[in-house]
T-cell receptor, first 115, second 114 residues
Framework: DARVTQTPRHKVTEMGQEVTMRCQPILGHNTVFWYRQTMMQGLELLAYFRNRAPLDDSGMPKDRFSAEMPDATLATLKIQPSEPRDSAVYFC?????????????FGEGSRLTVL | AQSVTQLDSQVPVFEEAPVELRCNYSSSVSVYLFWYVQYPNQGLQLLLKYLSGSTLVESINGFEAEFNKSQTSFHLRKPSVHISDTAEYFCAVSTDTGRRALTFGSGTRLQVQP
């Protein structure tokens, strides 16, 4: 059945290393969102795309985070260099429209631990 | 900008008892409201949503929520909970203007005890 696929599910890395998380949205969905979940901040929107174009990345620390959609089947979130405060669960979600009435379908998340 | 407040971080309840999870929102424009559920080690799943029309909306597993515009609330209720309802519940809001993405509340952990 159709679902959002995220890799890796778990990642442990050391401070300063580059981390890349990948997301395969549901086929036919043209909006992709990246959220970060932590105990302290809850769910924060990092960035989102429509038809592969970035619409809003104001929630993302620009100096170390970058998000791209090389093609319609792949979204990436990269952190370089990583820091311990980046430890969180990163969720990708896809849908068929931004804002308004659109339902979002979430992946199972990538749990990142930066030592 | 819109925001969502979930006042209760945890709600313990006994099986077969009723439950209400509270959600209040703030927005200067018309909103759409959602409840998502997250089971352990999983992503979020849509539980129910209010878009327009009837202010009372229901899910397939017995939950319901009522949109109250005057009180800016969208509380989630279930008359009789099951152990399997144990999860974290997120209220979310979106609009058709400005930042067109879901804004989530901080979540309420529902713990159903036998």
């Amino acid at each position: 059945d159709a679902r959002v696929t995220q890799t890796p599910r778990h990642k442990v890395t050391e401070m300063g290393q580059e981390v890349t998380m990948r997301c395969q949205p549901i086929l036919g969905h043209n909006t992709v969102f990246w959220y970060r979940q932590t105990m302290m901040q809850g769910l924060e929107l990092l960035a989102y795309f429509r038809n592969r174009a970035p619409l809003d990345d104001s929630g993302m620390p620009k100096d170390r985070f970058s998000a791209e959609m090389p093609d319609a089947t792949l979204a990436t979130l990269k952190i370089q260099p990583s820091e311990p405060r980046d430890s969180a669960v990163y969720f990708c979600a896809s849908g068929t429209r931004t804002g308004g009435t659109g339902e979002l379908f979430f992946g199972e998340g990538s749990r990142l631990t930066v030592l | 900008a819109q925001s969502v407040t979930q006042l209760d971080s945890q709600v313990p309840v006994f099986e077969e008892a009723p439950v209400e999870l509270r959600c209040n929102y703030s927005s200067s424009v018309s909103v759409y409201l959602f409840w998502y559920v997250q089971y352990p080690n999983q992503g979020l799943q849509l539980l129910l949503k209010y878009l327009s029309g009837s202010t009372l909306v229901e899910s397939i597993n017995g939950f319901e929520a009522e949109f109250n515009k005057s009180q800016t609330s969208f509380h989630l209720r279930k008359p009789s909970v099951h152990i399997s309802d144990t999860a974290e519940y997120f209220c979310a809001v979106s609009t058709d203007t400005g930042r067109r993405a879901l804004t989530f509340g901080s979540g309420t952990r529902l713990q159903v005890q036998p």
